[in-house]
């Protein structure tokens, strides 16, 4: 038997920044959440998601996007200056919906914007996107953190002593 990729879901959403943002997609339950905190810190709580730095001020972050509902889009400044989003979406590796944003950043400043698509199907793994509308980008104003962690602490296991 010849090995195939490993393709989680049928639909796929992929972010990809360049310039002094890092991207955190959260995923339609609020809940989960891929992409990076800071330029060291990786988020990945997605089962088949891909996060990726690249050289300079590049980022890619790629998700399962079977779901009719919204992604958040979380950017965070990690610099001053001008920066270029581009938000592509594909069904079975081909280009359905591209959009790009650009902005300028600050440093520590959150901006967000909502990712709605709409599918055919309703099992998450094999729907079809069909198309996306993205909201323009705003300043995060939620009450809640832009992205829970949890770790255990200091990587000891609890009643392992």
Do not use: C
Not at 28 to 44: I, K, S, T, Y
Not at 137 to 158: K, Q, T
């Amino acid at each position: 038997m010849t090995p195939g990729p490993f393709v989680p879901s049928a639909s796929v959403l992929e972010i990809r920044t360049s310039g002094p943002v890092l991207p955190l997609v959260r995923m339609p339950d609020g809940r989960l959440a891929a992409g990076f905190l800071a330029e060291d810190v990786e988020v990945n709580q997605v089962f088949g998601a891909l996060i990726e730095a690249r050289r300079g001020s590049r980022w890619l972050v790629e998700v399962p996007a079977g779901a009719e509902e919204s992604y958040t889009l979380v950017l965070t400044g990690v610099g001053s200056g001008p920066f270029t989003v581009r938000v592509s979406q594909r069904y079975a590796g081909f280009p359905i919906h591209r959009q790009q944003l650009r902005g300028e950043a600050r440093p520590g400043e959150h901006l967000f914007t909502r990712i709605t698509q709409r599918v055919k199907g309703r099992d998450p793994g094999t729907a079809r996107a069909l198309e996306a509308q993205i909201d323009g980008l705003r300043a995060w104003d939620d009450p809640e953190p832009v992205a829970i962690v949890a770790s255990p602490g200091g990587g000891r296991r609890v009643g392992t002593d």
